[in-house]
């Protein structure tokens, strides 16, 4: 994923039993199957994210509910404005853009380009991702004073991106099947309840022990995310406000307020309208692409 924290209601959903082989390796995996006439896809339950008790289980559903019922969105743009924010209040903004192309299907994640537009001295800017599962994640920054891109090692992704709170992992690590989850219990936020879902890193080098996060149990988007760090000491608390529907009952945040909750700084995100159906395809978001930004 990008971040994109989007969900759309299930219409229909089927559960069946499979017999997978893969590398030379069968096994037994639950399919959930959203109606052809809704998107076509085909869903996995990932055995090992999805773990053994009740209590894991009960965690991975939630989530997997959560994550699917954004299938089909296909591509998407959208214009916001990044806003930084130290300790003692002081504001920086920045105009950006960001174009994602969904994942055909749950063995990969999504591609995702973010571009910076201002101010002049971060303009052109852009990181390329392609989300994986376990396998490290494709992460290229372009910087346009250098004139080249530079990969981004799986052992930097903690680190922050462009000085804001968000961390580089933070573009791609909402797949369902990167964590292993617990469910804890049902809350409150914000007025609405909650089911509260502990979720674990499965893959190598996360800045976090684990995230806590929020979903509604209504049209299941996530609320807010508690990340912890490597000493598993709170870091930052991200919430989602301002849900809009679009046609297709596909729904978004239109603003994203992450806090660091150890050095008191803040990163504010506030999108403009969602563009959908774009015709976009793998080959806008093939490293090649950076060298042409503008």
């Not at 990181?127 to 990969?151: F, G, M, T, V």
């Not at 690590?173 to 879902?197: A, H, S």
Request: hydrophobic fraction near 35%; proline fraction near 3%.
């Amino acid at each position: 994923m990008a971040v994109r924290y989007s969900l759309r209601p299930i219409k229909s959903v089927i559960a069946s039993a499979i017999i997978l082989s893969a590398a030379g390796l069968t096994a037994m995996a639950v399919v959930s199957v959203v109606s052809a006439q809704e998107t076509g896809a085909v869903f996995v339950n990932n055995d090992e994210a999805r773990g053994s008790t009740p209590a894991s289980q009960k965690g991975y559903d939630i989530a997997a509910r959560s994550d699917r019922t954004d299938s089909g969105f296909g591509d998407s743009k959208v214009d916001f404005i990044m806003t930084l924010r130290n300790a003692a209040g002081q504001t920086t903004t920045r105009e950006v853009t960001i174009t994602t192309l969904e994942k055909p299907d749950e063995s990969v994640g999504d591609m995702s380009l973010v571009v910076f537009n201002t101010p002049k001295d971060v303009k052109g800017t852009a990181l390329l991702s392609h989300a994986k599962i376990l396998e490290p994640d494709n992460q290229w920054l372009y910087l346009p004073a250098l004139k080249r891109e530079k990969r981004i090692s799986s052992a930097n992704k903690s680190g922050p991106f462009v000085g804001s709170e968000f961390a580089f992992e933070d573009f791609t690590t909402q797949e369902l099947n990167k964590f292993t989850y617990k469910y804890i219990e049902e809350g409150e936020f914000d007025g609405m309840p909650v089911d509260i879902v502990e979720r674990f890193p499965r893959y190598e080098n996360s800045g976090y022990t684990k995230q806590i996060a929020y979903t509604d149990q209504e049209i299941f988007q996530v609320r807010k995310v508690e990340f912890y760090d490597r000493k598993e000491a709170l870091l930052k608390t991200l919430t989602l406000e301002d849900y809009r529907e679009y046609e297709g009952g596909i729904h978004r945040s239109h603003k994203f307020v992450m806090i660091n909750h150890q050095t008191g700084k803040e990163t504010d995100l506030d999108y403009s309208d969602y563009e959908f159906g774009l015709g976009l395809d793998q080959d806008d978001f093939v490293k090649g692409v950076l060298r042409r930004i503008r």
